[in-house]
């Protein structure tokens, strides 16, 4: 099963996200917080595509915690607001990929694949 876990307080953004990786044969979960996320216990193989700017928890944050919670999901981290020390953190983190907004819809499907791969 291609399930990507899709996190992102903004619900238009995450709505397009569900609508636009659904075309394309993905199977998706959504959640309007990384806590969500998290409160649902996830164990199932997938990937991750998460906002890294979210109240509560941070994509980054959110991506330090998994590991420790036992979910091995590769993590893709979106950002509107770009900056070294967010990238240095998240290479730091494993983070899978680092994506910047606007999301190009072909990149982010063709790191979905190899996330899932």
């Known amino acids: 099963m291609k399930l990507v876990h899709l996190i992102d307080d903004d619900s238009v953004a995450l709505l397009c996200l569900e609508m636009f990786l659904g075309f394309e044969g993905f199977t998706t979960a959504k959640y309007n917080s990384a806590l969500a996320f998290l409160s649902d216990n996830p164990k199932s193989a997938g990937c991750v595509v998460t906002d890294i700017d979210m109240p509560g928890m941070s994509g980054l944050e959110l991506a330090a915690e998994m590991p420790k919670r036992g979910i091995d999901c590769p993590v893709i ?4 607001h770009c900056s070294a020390e967010k990238k240095r953190r ?3 983190l494993g983070v899978f990929d680092y994506l910047e907004k606007p999301i190009d819809p072909q990149t982010l499907v063709a790191d979905v694949l190899r996330a899932l791969a």
């Open 90 to 92: 998240a290479h730091e």
């Open 77 to 80: 981290v979106m950002t509107g």
